[in-house]
T-cell receptor, first 113, second 116 residues
Framework: AQSVSQHNHHVILSEAASLELGCNYS??????LFWYVQYPGQHLQLLLK??????LVKGIKGFEAEFIKSKFSFNLRKPSVQWSDTAEYFC???????????FGSGTQLTVLP | NAGVTQTPKFQVLKTGQSMTLQCAQD?????MYWYRQDPGMGLRLIYY???????DKGEVPNGYNVSRLNKREFSLRLESAAPSQTSVYFC???????????????FGQGTRLTVV
């Protein structure tokens, strides 16, 4: 069964700091990978997605993620975070013949002004 | 452009009561999903419907039933609510697999359910 691990449960950064959130999945075949963001009190919104091709994927709001197949990872990065990036971030994977997404447990990011 | 609409937004139930959460999407998506979100556990799939007329269990289906009423609507029913079902429930829809790629899911605003 497909599974996703997000090892950072809560990350606290100051504004302008760089961000990297870890995501690892457990499947050796073809994967579709996603990062979603949930701002306080709101629903999940898509940040970026990877299907194939260039392993460096750029999303909205300056976020990017790198697919490293050998490490089964899809880490989310942003060079300089803002207070408005405070939110919960979820990695999700769809693998092989599965017909639905599996989500990680989420990482709460708090950016201090 | 409404996207995915869930009702109600908030609900308090007593243990043993029943209720139905409604979900509708206007994007002509084939697939629809119900997730629950609990602190530290991310989103867990309750049930999904890959296409109109089909439903399948997800990771945590016990205590729930679903109905795919038509292509637009996918409801979630709690027959006898329990405190363990206190959670935030999200409905989502997606086109599903298109040309070998799984298209992203779009989420509703959520229903915050408390069972006392």
């Amino acid at each position: 069964a497909q599974s996703v691990s997000q090892h950072n449960h809560h990350v606290i950064l100051s504004e302008a700091a760089s961000l990297e959130l870890g995501c690892n999945y457990s499947y050796g075949g073809t994967v579709n990978l996603f990062w979603y963001v949930q701002y306080p009190g709101q629903h999940l919104q898509l940040l970026l997605k990877y299907f194939s091709g260039d392993p460096l994927v750029k999303g909205i709001k300056g976020f990017e993620a790198e697919f490293i197949k050998s490490k089964f990872s899809f880490n989310l990065r942003k060079p300089s975070v803002q207070w408005s990036d405070t939110a919960e971030y979820f990695c999700a994977v769809k693998t092989g013949s599965a017909r639905q997404l599996t989500f990680g447990s989420g990482t709460q990011l708090t950016v201090l002004p | 452009n409404a996207g995915v609409t869930q009702t109600p937004k908030f609900q308090v139930l007593k243990t043993g009561q029943s209720m139905t959460l409604q979900c509708a999407q206007d994007m002509n998506h084939n697939s629809m999903y119900w997730y629950r979100q609990d602190p530290g556990m991310g989103l867990r799939l309750i049930y999904y419907s890959a296409s109109e007329g089909t439903t399948d269990k997800g990771e945590v289906p016990n205590g729930y039933n679903v109905s795919r009423l038509n292509k637009r609507e996918f409801s979630l029913r709690l027959e006898s609510a329990a405190p363990s079902q206190t959670s935030v429930y999200f409905c989502a829809s997606s086109e599903g697999n298109v040309g070998g790629r799984y298209t992203e899911a779009f989420f509703g605003q959520g229903t915050r359910l408390t069972v006392v």
